[in-house]
């Protein structure tokens, strides 16, 4: 239990650095950047289209072995077949290291097989291929916030809440956490 608890202070500790800029991540001003922009906005009124934007530009490979990876993970993942699933995927992060969606679907493959080491170890790979991965923030929120970790939980929540300020799941879990932490020092 030790070793997990230090595992998901360094997931934590790593996705805040990323959220901060404390650490690399992608750069440079493309369709990416500008989709992001408009999801942090608060007064962005089609952010459902650009969060799908944002979920389609993050699920492109560039690679026909890579998307067909991806595709026959996530089928197994729907089909609840997660050690299929795991395998595809792993072939997939063998196949494409630096495609952050293979980790994030291996990521959901390894929660749901109930192997919550590695899917925070593969949430943390995800935030430093892209640092602005919402879902994988709130990923890690929600495992955190499984295992009784309120307080990181909180934080990731809160990280992932600053770049699509538009989820009322991140405000819920937010408002539900500050009441469970309230007079616990953060």
């Known amino acids: ?75 197994a993942l729907e089909a609840q077949d997660f050690d299929a699933a795991i395998d595809h995927l792993t072939a997939l992060t063998d196949h494409a290291p630096g495609f952050a969606e293979g980790y994030n679907s291996r990521a959901a493959a390894y929660f749901l097989a109930g192997l919550i080491g590695p899917a925070l170890d593969d949430l943390r790979h995800v935030l430093v291929l892209e640092p602005r991965h919402f879902g994988a923030l709130a990923g890690i929120g929600a495992i955190l916030e499984e295992v009784g970790d309120a307080e990181a939980a909180l934080a990731a929540y809160r990280a992932a809440l600053a770049i699509h300020p538009h989820r009322a799941d991140l405000h819920g879990a937010i408002a539900r956490l500050e009441r469970a932490t309230e007079g616990t020092a953060l």
């Open 1 to 75: 239990m030790r070793n997990m608890h230090s595992t998901y202070n360094s997931v934590v500790t790593a996705a805040i650095a990323l959220f901060l800029g404390l650490l690399p991540g992608q750069g440079g001003a493309d369709q990416l950047d500008e989709l992001f922009r408009q999801l942090a906005d608060p007064g962005t009124t089609n952010w459902e289209t650009v969060e799908r934007d944002i979920e389609i530009q993050l699920s492109l490979s560039g690679s026909a072995s890579a998307d067909l990876l991806l595709r026959r993970g996530q089928d």
